[in-house]
């Protein structure tokens, strides 16, 4: 028999430093889990990813307190942001143009969130992809 879900938590934890302080501590305290026991599984699950790299992760919690995650690939914006080497997007994005990403880098960042998008269609995730640069103020080079 499965085992009943007693609540689901998203959280976004930096890869590899996550400890007991907020938002982790609080968020999963007032569930009742073990805490340090997640941060350990979460740093050892992560260790292969860069340290600081902003995760996504899901995590389920049971009626039991024990619990299961699952992390996901970083944000398309921080993916973005790392691969033409800046610190933010631009504050008026159809007027200030704060740098360029060549379309196949666009397509490098859409076969990494392929498992994590609601589609199967490369070509669509690419859209969406392009979308976000252009909102962050990003030309597209072809």
Same mark, same amino acid.
């Given at each position: 028999?499965? /085992?009943q879900?007693? #609540? *689901?938590?998203?959280?976004?934890?930096? @890869?590899?430093?996550a400890?007991?302080?907020?938002?982790?501590?609080?968020?999963?305290?007032?569930?009742?889990?073990?805490?340090?026991? =997640?941060?350990?599984? =979460?740093?050892?699950?992560? @260790? +292969?990813?860069?340290?600081?790299?902003?995760?996504?992760?899901?995590?389920?919690?049971?009626?039991?307190n #024990?619990?299961? =995650? %699952?992390?996901? @690939?970083?944000?398309?914006? =921080?993916? %973005?942001?790392?691969?033409?080497?800046?610190?933010? +997007?631009?504050? /008026?994005?159809?007027?200030?143009?704060?740098?360029? %990403?060549?379309y196949?880098?666009?397509?490098?960042?859409?076969?990494?969130?392929?498992?994590?998008?609601?589609?199967?269609?490369?070509? #669509?995730?690419?859209?969406? *992809?392009?979308?976000?640069?252009? #909102?962050?103020?990003?030309?597209?080079?072809?």
């Amino acid at each position: 028999m499965a /085992k009943q879900i007693k #609540s *689901i938590v998203k959280l976004q934890i930096p @890869s590899g430093v996550a400890t007991p302080a907020p938002p982790i501590g609080p968020t999963l305290g007032q569930h009742g889990i073990n805490i340090v026991e =997640f941060c350990k599984k =979460f740093n050892h699950v992560t @260790s +292969g990813v860069k340290n600081n790299t902003p995760l996504p992760t899901i995590i389920t919690i049971y009626v039991d307190n #024990s619990f299961t =995650f %699952i992390c996901k @690939s970083p944000p398309v914006t =921080f993916l %973005i942001k790392q691969m033409i080497n800046i610190q933010t +997007g631009s504050d /008026k994005p159809g007027k200030n143009i704060i740098g360029k %990403i060549n379309y196949n880098l666009i397509k490098e960042i859409a076969q990494l969130k392929i498992k994590d998008m609601n589609t199967i269609k490369l070509e #669509s995730i690419i859209k969406s *992809i392009i979308g976000s640069a252009k #909102s962050m103020g990003i030309i597209i080079n072809e």
